[in-house]
């Protein structure tokens, strides 16, 4: 167990729709990170949140956002969610990381199935 | 286009036997290159935050050189066990012109080590 949790475990919802992932990092981490693993294009790096602020930015859809709260915890909204967003969302944090430079924590995931 | 290519994509290998694979990415605008180890049905794990050219790394069986200015990085396993057996990724993490950073994940080598 690496400390980070992620809700909800599994999701499933149709075209068009929008939904919310939560990711709380390791007590104490400062940064988050978020990515994709979908079947046929591996994992891809979506972004990272250093305190609050966004500090780099991957392959992350204009329909895609996410934000990290005072508390830490960070959401990823996914929005006009097409059957291609379906795949497992993790969340990682790190101690510092303003440079990305500090081993990462991944969380277990969240399974999300469009339909 | 960032290429981050792996290999071999696969490999089994015999209990006791010691192997390596190769992450080649791209010789300009390195920050750092990152390792992971993957297990079925688990979350990525870090193994290596590597940063300086002939950089070498540690832990347990498993050590990484790095070269940056050809782009490439050697992660080798000494004396595998079964318990090895996962997918490694490396992560090519970049500076953009923009100044943000990037991860971009190479497709793995999957490993099955067979007792």
Same mark, same amino acid.
């Given at each position: 167990d690496s400390g980070v949790t992620q809700t909800p475990k599994h999701l499933i919802t149709a075209t068009g729709q929008r939904v919310t992932l939560r990711c709380s990092p390791r007590s104490g981490d400062l940064s988050v990170y978020w990515y994709q693993q979908s079947l046929d294009q591996g994992l891809q790096f979506l972004i990272q949140y250093y305190n609050g602020e966004e500090r780099a930015k991957g392959n992350i859809l204009e329909r895609f956002s996410a934000q990290q709260f005072p508390d830490l915890h960070s959401e990823l909204n996914l929005s006009s969610l097409e059957l291609g967003d379906s795949a497992l969302y993790f969340c990682a944090s790190s101690v510092g990381g303003a440079g990305g430079l500090i081993e990462q924590f991944f969380g277990p995931g969240t399974r999300l199935t469009v339909l | 286009i960032l290429n981050v290519e792996q290999s071999p994509q696969s490999l089994h290998?015999?209990?006791?036997?010691?192997?390596?694979?190769?992450?080649?990415?791209?010789?300009?605008?390195?920050?750092? !290159?990152?390792? #992971?180890?993957?297990?079925?049905?688990?979350?990525?794990?870090? !193994?290596?935050?590597?940063?300086?050219?002939?950089?070498?790394?540690?832990? /347990?069986?498993?050590?990484?050189? !790095?070269?940056?200015?050809? /782009?490439?990085? #050697?992660?080798?396993?000494? /004396?595998?066990?079964?318990?090895?057996?996962?997918? #490694?990724?490396?992560?090519?993490?970049?500076?953009?012109?923009? /100044?943000?950073?990037? #991860?971009?994940?190479g497709t793995g080598t999957r490993l099955k080590v067979l007792a």
């Open positions: - | 290998v015999q209990e006791g036997d010691s192997t390596n694979f190769t992450c080649s990415f791209p010789s300009s605008n390195f920050y750092a !290159l990152h390792w #992971y180890r993957w297990e079925t049905a688990k979350s990525p794990e870090a !193994l290596f935050v590597m940063t300086l050219n002939g950089d070498e790394k540690k832990k /347990g069986r498993i050590s990484a050189t !790095l070269n940056t200015k050809e /782009g490439y990085s #050697y992660l080798y396993i000494k /004396g595998s066990q079964p318990e090895d057996s996962a997918t #490694y990724l490396c992560a090519f993490h970049t500076l953009t012109t923009s /100044g943000t950073y990037k #991860y971009i994940f």
